[in-house]
């Protein structure tokens, strides 16, 4: 929950924080009505496919489009943001 605090400049970074956390939330509970009927129409098996493949290709969006920040000071990084 940290990473999406560190990735914003800290002018934004409540406001992002809150959509990010807002998302999150709309995601369960997509996930959760949704799955059953997934289940239903697909099988169990291709609907942890799906979630899997989903989940995967946030990860590579992620690593490609976000910076590293480990070993940084927020302020650091802030400051590498508006340059």
Same mark, same amino acid.
């Given at each position: 929950m940290?990473?999406?605090t560190e990735v914003?400049?800290?002018?934004?970074?409540?406001?992002a924080q809150g959509?990010?956390?807002?998302? /999150?939330? @709309?995601?369960?509970v997509l996930?959760?009505?949704?799955f059953p /009927?997934? @289940?239903?129409?697909?099988e169990l098996s291709h609907s942890l496919m799906l979630f899997g493949l989903t989940s995967a290709l946030a990860l590579v969006?992620?690593?490609?489009v976000v910076?590293?920040?480990?070993?940084k000071r927020l302020e650091d990084i802030a400051l590498s943001q508006k340059s």
């Open positions: 940290f990473y999406p914003f400049p800290t002018s934004v970074r409540s406001t959509i990010t956390t807002a998302f /999150s939330r @709309v995601g369960a996930g959760v009505f949704l /009927s997934m @289940v239903k129409g697909l969006i992620s690593v490609i910076k590293e920040t480990k070993s």
